[in-house]
């Protein structure tokens, strides 16, 4: 696990926005520096209290990234387990900012927030800057506007997350690098069907973006089908991708899903209608789920891209140690994905288990 500290350390000063580049699942060449990387010195790990809220408990990739969180917080770092709240957000902002009242009102040293609604980031920022408590935003970026707000101002809030650009690239890519570029039926464009997560979130919007742009910039013409929100649900993806196949069958060549809970949810429905994947049907996903890597294994999966939940909530706990012992901070800080198709998918399973 010690090697796990490492990746997330390496790259915390680098700039406004810092680009981890190094995966932490991959990063044993870097073990020569972790003393360096984790300096716990002056911190307070029996009575430090940390604040944790998550948009939703019933997320599949959260509750990855969430499990990671606490386990670094305590089992690596050696943080109080009795002093970490994590609060179930339920995808609600009214009860998730109730909830950081409350953890102003107890008096948390930091928070680490993956809000509900990222457009409320400069009401809770200010709610936290009055109250004097820093604050790690995860998982759901903030505008631009109010990240340089944090720089210009010198408030105590960051953001840690992966630029969504590459993972929609990524997934664009993998269908590039099938056996006919995603034209299965050789009518010289490829089409598509889109499933999205919550539109509100900007990775449902780039990775919407990016993944066709992959395909468009490389010179190919697209036909979209269907783009429909699945909320980052799989029974939501299962059902769209369903409706889809009835109506539009055959021309279906590809199925672009925003994550892989709805890629899963999809899945289902593809192999429902007798269709078989990466024969007369490719499906890419992102984040790297187990079941999700597996079927890449199985074939039945064409691709995913790994969203480093590693990485991400090692960062977001180093970040709030920096605060913790009154250092800067930069304002956004970034971690790499990595693309997972065929050729490393056992590989990466491996990492992931
Ligand atoms: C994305 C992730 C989704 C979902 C979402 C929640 O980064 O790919 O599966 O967890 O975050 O904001």
Avoid at 127 to 135: F, K, L, Q, R, S
Avoid at 147 to 166: M, P
Avoid at 172 to 185: K, P, Q, R
Wanted: charged share 25%; glycine share 8%.
């Amino acid at each position: 696990m010690k090697k796990k500290v490492v990746a997330s350390l390496l790259c915390v000063a680098m700039g406004m926005t810092t680009i981890i580049g190094s995966t932490a699942v991959f990063a044993e060449e870097a073990e020569a520096t972790e003393e360096a990387a984790v300096d716990l010195e002056g911190v307070d790990l029996e009575n430090t209290k940390i604040g944790i809220s998550i948009y939703q408990f019933a997320d599949n990739f959260m509750t990855l990234y969430r499990t990671e969180l606490v386990r670094y917080l305590t089992e690596d770092l050696g943080f109080n387990a009795d002093n970490i709240v994590v609060q179930d957000g339920k995808n609600d902002q009214a009860e998730q900012t109730n909830q950081i009242n409350n953890f102003i009102t107890d008096q948390v040293d930091v928070m680490i927030l993956n809000l509900v609604q990222s457009s409320s980031a400069p009401q809770v920022t200010d709610m936290c800057n009055e109250a004097g408590i820093p604050v790690v935003y995860i998982n759901r970026q903030p505008d631009e506007t109010e990240s340089d707000r944090w720089a210009a101002d010198g408030i105590k809030a960051t953001y840690v997350g992966a630029d969504a650009r590459q993972s929609g690239t990524f997934q664009g890519e993998e269908i590039l690098e099938t056996a006919n570029g995603g034209d299965i039926n050789g009518d010289g464009k490829v089409s598509y069907i889109m499933v999205q997560g919550d539109p509100e979130n900007i990775d449902a919007q780039y990775r919407t973006e990016y993944s066709v742009k992959a395909l468009t910039d490389a010179g190919v013409e697209v036909e979209e089908l269907l783009l429909q929100r699945g909320d980052w649900d799989q029974a939501k993806g299962q059902q769209i991708v369903q409706d889809a196949l009835t109506q539009y069958g055959e021309q279906v060549e590809v199925v672009f899903c925003n994550n892989d809970a709805m890629a899963l949810g999809a899945l289902q429905a593809i192999q429902a209608a007798g269709r078989v994947i990466n024969e007369d049907i490719y499906l890419v996903g992102v984040d790297a789920l187990t079941d999700a890597v597996q079927n890449i294994v199985d074939g039945n999966f064409t691709g995913t891209v790994f969203n480093d939940h590693f990485s991400q909530a090692q960062t977001a706990a180093n970040m709030a140690v920096k605060y913790l012992k009154g250092e800067d901070v930069d304002p956004v800080n970034m971690v790499d994905y990595v693309k997972v198709t065929a050729d490393n998918a056992a590989e990466i399973l491996e990492k992931i288990k």
